[in-house]
């Protein structure tokens, strides 16, 4: 059988415009299903919005500063449903300013560097003991780095 190669591309030629134009609505769709599927299955964030501001007549401001090996914070005692900013720094080396619930369990955290003020906002719902323990290896005596915060 003898082929016209001419018309046998152009044949071809309209069967691949065709499916190049059904593949690139299908890619887009697939990218389009990609984002939604990707956006609707994450979880919202686990930490409260850092970047809220509160006037300063409803929080409560703690100083927080990490020593080899203590730490030096004031107030100590807060009060339960009321935001409290923590304003966390270091004086030495870096630590980890971590704060546990009675069962041990991590509610907040930040970093505590020297030569800058971390920013952590957290509110207690509920009146405790809370320990503060550090987060970070920073020397020998790094595990006696134990504090408390009494929420009234
Ligand atoms: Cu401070 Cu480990």
């Known amino acids: 059988m003898i082929v016209n190669s001419k018309e046998a591309e152009a044949d071809y030629?309209?069967?691949?415009?065709k499916w190049y134009g059904f593949r690139s609505k299908?890619?887009?769709f697939l990218i389009t299903l990609g984002i939604t599927i990707?956006?609707?299955s994450l979880n919202p964030f686990p930490l409260p919005d850092q970047k809220k501001e509160y006037s300063s007549s409803e929080y409560q401001v703690?100083?927080?500063d990490g020593h080899q090996w203590y730490w030096n914070i004031a107030p100590v005692t807060i009060k339960a449903g009321q935001p409290v900013e923590f304003?966390?720094?270091?004086?030495?080396?870096?630590?980890?300013?971590g704060?546990?619930?009675?069962?041990l369990k991590l509610v907040a955290q930040t970093q505590a560097m020297p030569g800058y003020?971390?920013?952590l906002i957290h509110t207690f719902d509920k009146p405790g003991k809370f320990k503060i323990l550090c987060l970070e290896y920073?020397?020998?005596?790094?595990?006696?780095?134990?504090?408390?915060?009494?929420?009234e």
Do not use: R
């Open 13 to 17: 030629q309209s069967v691949t415009k």
């Open 26 to 28: 299908w890619f887009l």
């Open 38 to 40: 990707t956006f609707l």
């Open 62 to 64: 703690v100083t927080v």
């Open 87 to 97: 304003q966390v720094s270091a004086a030495d080396v870096n630590h980890g300013f």
């Open 99 to 103: 704060i546990y619930d009675e069962n």
């Open 117 to 119: 003020t971390n920013k």
């Open 138 to 151: 920073c020397g020998l005596a790094h595990h006696a780095m134990i504090s408390e915060l009494t929420v």
